[in-house]
Every structure is written in C-alpha cells, then in structure tokens.
C-alpha cells in the first residue's frame, strides 16, 4: 500500500513539469503572437512606410521570397558565432577557475578582466582586421572576446561559493587541490556557467554581426550593412529576425541542457508545486 502511495506520487511529480511547461510555452507563443499583430496593425492603423517600419508581414514575404540567398549568409553568421563561442567559453572557464581557485590570480587578472570588458569591441575590431585582415577570423575573434567575460565571472563566483565543510571533509580523505577543483568545485559551478553560456551565446552573435558589418564579404551582418545602405528596410528586419530566431534556438538548447544537468540545484519550481 504504501509502495503504491509512493509511486502514485512519483509518477504525479513526474507528470507536473511537463504541464508547467507546456502552460508557460503557450503563454510565450500567445505573447509573441499577440506582439507581432499588435505591430501589424500599429504599422496598418497609421500608415507607416516601410522605409521606417516595415510590417511583420512584409518580413516574412523577404524571408519567404529571399531565403536561399540569406541562407548562406546565415550559416556564416552561426558558424562564426558558434567557433567564437566555444573558444570564449573554454577560455572563460579556464581564467574562472584560475581565478577562483587562487587570491594571487584574483588580484592580478581581475582588474585586467574588468578593464579590458569596459572597451568597446568595435573599437577592437580594426585591430583584429590589422592583425588578421578582413574575414572570418576578426568575427570568431571578436565573438570569442565579447562572450569570455561572463564566463570568467559566473565560474569564479562559483568555485568561490563553495562550501568550506565540503572542501575540509575531501582534505581530510587527502584529495589534492586539483581533485578538490575537478570532483568539487566545477560540479558545484555547473549552475553559474550554464547561467553565464546562456549569456555569452546572444552577446556572441552580436560580436560576429558587429565584425561582419565592419570587415566582411559574407553573413547577416554584411548582408544588413548593403541592405541598409539601399534603404531595403525589411531586407534589414529579415535579417535581424534570422538573428532574433537562431539566438532563440541556442538559448533553448542550453536551457534544456541546463535543466538536465543542473536539475538538482533547480528547486524554484518544486517549491511551488509542493
């Protein structure tokens, strides 16, 4: 009987997420939906031009009509933004973990982190173009630089909140501090870094467009660039809506990971369903 009890109340706890997020996915889709025909109908009420805002509609005709020509363009942009991505998220891990593992590293790269995060990147840009020339290697670059930042933040702040009781119980079963950061302090980071990846992936789509509309031949933003200078609006809002909707996706995706392997640290919504 009791068993029973136990597995009804199993498979009832297993059962709520799935209609909680089912419930806030709707809520989402009617949000976006009734944003877009509010701007449909602001645009048709008072008779914007297109010049100015084009309406949701005449979008989706440019990404209808033009997609095989902004689909390499697109595929430039994700790959860059991704390479960028992955190299400012390996790079930000490691800093963090060297910084919060250590007061010496703390004290000598940290203010250099934080003054080198408060320049502009499109002032570093023509530097990387110098060093580089004009391509995709200045984009990944400028990509991985715009994303390290949050990572080195999260990672450090996360090693640095962990446990003292914790630590001292692996010291005294003589674990070195390489065995404390690999099987204690990056497992207790998990929920910081997927917070930060979940920030550096939008931050490196901007860095990539900021590069390609600056020094580029090919990607959205180079595409963004030639269509504004022929005052093609809605060819420029197609290609902010191809970046708006990969940026979504990747959001998604590393919030789904986040949620399966940082489920454990996810206790906001238990709380209230209990």
């Known amino acids: 009987m009791t068993s029973s009890i136990h597995n009804t109340d199993m498979s009832t706890h297993s059962l709520a997420p799935s209609r909680e997020q089912l419930r806030q996915l709707s809520l989402s889709a009617l949000a976006t939906l009734g944003f877009f025909l509010l701007w449909e109908m602001g645009c048709m009420a008072f008779h914007v031009s297109s010049l100015v805002l084009p309406k949701p509609s005449e979008i989706a005709s440019v990404l209808w009509v033009k997609f095989p020509l902004l689909l390499p363009h697109a595929t430039q942009t994700l790959y860059t933004t991704l390479v960028g991505f992955v190299a400012g998220v390996v790079g930000?891990?490691?800093?963090?973990?060297?910084?919060g593992s250590s007061k010496?590293?703390?004290?000598?790269?940290?203010?250099?982190?934080v003054g080198f995060s408060c320049i502009p990147k499109v002032a570093v840009v023509p530097i990387f173009v110098v060093w580089f020339g004009?391509?995709?290697?200045?984009a990944i670059l400028t990509s991985a630089v715009i994303s390290v930042f949050p990572v080195v933040v999260n990672v450090a702040t996360g090693l640095a909140s962990t446990e003292p009781e914790l630590e001292d119980v692996f010291k005294v079963l003589g674990a070195s501090q390489w065995d404390l950061l690999i099987n204690v302090g990056l497992p207790r980071t998990l929920p910081y870094l997927f917070a930060s990846m979940k920030i550096a992936?939008?931050?490196?789509?901007?860095?990539t467009v900021l590069s390609e509309t600056v020094a580029a031949n090919k990607g959205i933003g180079n595409v963004m660039m030639i269509a504004s200078g022929n005052f093609d609006v809605p060819l420029v809002f197609a290609g902010l809506f191809l970046l708006a909707i990969m940026g979504?996706?990747?959001?998604?995706l590393f919030a789904l990971m986040e949620f399966k392997l940082t489920g454990w640290a996810q206790r906001k919504n238990e709380l209230a369903m209990a």
């Open 92 to 99: 930000g891990i490691v800093l963090g973990a060297l910084i």
């Open 201 to 207: 992936v939008t931050l490196s789509f901007v860095g």
């Open 248 to 252: 979504v996706v990747l959001y998604a």
């Open 134 to 138: 004009s391509g995709t290697v200045p």
């Open 104 to 113: 010496l590293a703390y004290d000598v790269a940290y203010p250099l982190l």
